[in-house]
């Protein structure tokens, strides 16, 4: 429905398309809300196998505005798995909207491939929240929660790429954010007095 919706639109608004002074960029980023700094990387929040990430997806359209679209959240499954996705509630359907009403918004996530996908059927800009990733800390390794353009297939993407409101493709940068599982201090203790008694074992 988003696609047909933004072909109609594409059809009503191309002749307003004309070219203009240079746009700043649109952007949909991560940003890992919990977590500890992590010591020597200052970019990074710093987890403990078994830990929850919060991940949020947010959208800066400053110039143009978009009727929505679908991407990717890529993230490495072996150090994280999904434990829920939660959309901001700007994309909830309203109960007192009726049923047929096009400004009711829409959104979804599915777990394979991790596609989040957004849209109205009024246009939408500025800056806002998407929704929020939570994910559990399955092992040890460094890693991030980075948002990419979804795939050209329907079956894959069924929502397309993100049209802005003249029915044109919207360029938009995708930034993500880094996260290290770490062991446990009490981890790092034993470690370190296993090393500790074998260097006196090998002086022996």
Do not use: Y
């Not at 919706?5 to 594409?10: H, V």
């Not at 009024?122 to 980075?146: C, E, H, M, Q, R």
């Not at 993500?176 to 981890?187: H, N, W």
């Amino acid at each position: 429905m988003l696609r047909a919706l933004c072909s109609f639109a594409g059809l009503t608004f191309a002749a307003l398309s004309v070219a203009g002074p240079a746009r700043s960029a649109s952007v949909i980023s991560a940003s890992i809300l919990n977590g500890a700094a992590c010591t020597g990387n200052a970019a990074a929040k710093c987890f403990q196998p078994g830990d929850d990430i919060q991940a949020q997806l947010r959208f800066s359209f400053p110039d143009l505005k978009s009727f929505g679209g679908g991407f990717d959240v890529n993230f490495d499954d072996a150090l994280a798995s999904v434990e829920s996705f939660n959309l901001d509630p700007m994309w909830g359907f309203d109960p007192a909207q009726p049923t047929n009403s096009f400004s009711r918004p829409l959104g979804f996530f599915t777990v394979d491939p991790h596609l989040v996908a957004v849209g109205q059927f009024t246009p939408f800009g500025g800056d806002g929240v998407i929704g929020t990733l939570d994910l559990k800390a399955n092992a040890l390794g460094d890693g991030s929660v980075t948002p990419a353009a979804g795939s050209d297939s329907v079956t894959q993407n069924p929502a397309g790429s993100f049209i802005d409101e003249h029915g044109g493709v919207l360029p938009v940068t995708f930034q993500g954010a880094a996260f290290s599982i770490v062991p446990e201090p009490g981890t790092l203790l034993l470690v370190a007095a296993g090393m500790a008694g074998l260097a006196a074992h090998r002086r022996v």
